[in-house]
C-alpha cells in the first residue's frame, strides 16, 4: 500500500498521487479556482445549462414552482463520465432555508439530470443557487 506524504493544496509542480491508495489533508481539499465556474439558467426551471467545469454554482431561474412540485434540468459538462458522482447542495437564493430539495437523478458520459423539489408548502418563485462538485471515478 502506497500512501501520499505530500501536502495537498500546497503549490508545488509534483503533486503526483497517482497509485496511492490513500489521500490525506489536515485541511481543505477540493478545486482550484480555474476548475470551477458559474452558469446562469435561462427561460425556466427546466432549461438545460453548460458548464464545462468540475465545480461550479448554477443559477436557476426564478420561474414559480409550485409546493410539492418537482423541476428537472440537465447540466451538460464535457467533463462528467458515467462512472462520476455528483454532489450538490442550494447555497443561496432561498428566503428560507429548508424549503427545497436538490438531487440528481441521471448521470451519463457528458451530461446528469438535476432536480429541484418545492417542499414549502406554498409557490415559490426564487432563483435557487446550486453548488455542484464532480468525483471523477476513472
Do not use: W
Amino acid at each position: 500500500m502506497s500512501v501520499n506524504t505530500k501536502p495537498i493544496g500546497v503549490a508545488y509542480e509534483d503533486q503526483n498521487i497517482i497509485g496511492s491508495d490513500k489521500i490525506y489533508s489536515a485541511n481543505e481539499f477540493g478545486y482550484t479556482a480555474d476548475a470551477q465556474g458559474a452558469v446562469t439558467q435561462l427561460t425556466d426551471k427546466s432549461t438545460a445549462v453548460t458548464l464545462n467545469k468540475s465545480a461550479g454554482r448554477i443559477t436557476m431561474n426564478a420561474a414559480s414552482l409550485a409546493t410539492a412540485t418537482n423541476a428537472t434540468f440537465t447540466l451538460n459538462n464535457s467533463l462528467i463520465s458515467a462512472n462520476d458522482t455528483v454532489i450538490l447542495t442550494i447555497s443561496g437564493g432561498q428566503a428560507t432555508p429548508g424549503s427545497y430539495n436538490v438531487f440528481a437523478n441521471a448521470l451519463a458520459a457528458g451530461t446528469v439530470s438535476i432536480t429541484l423539489r418545492n417542499i414549502s408548502g406554498g409557490p415559490l418563485a426564487e432563483a435557487i443557487v446550486i453548488n455542484f462538485a464532480l468525483i471523477h471515478c476513472l
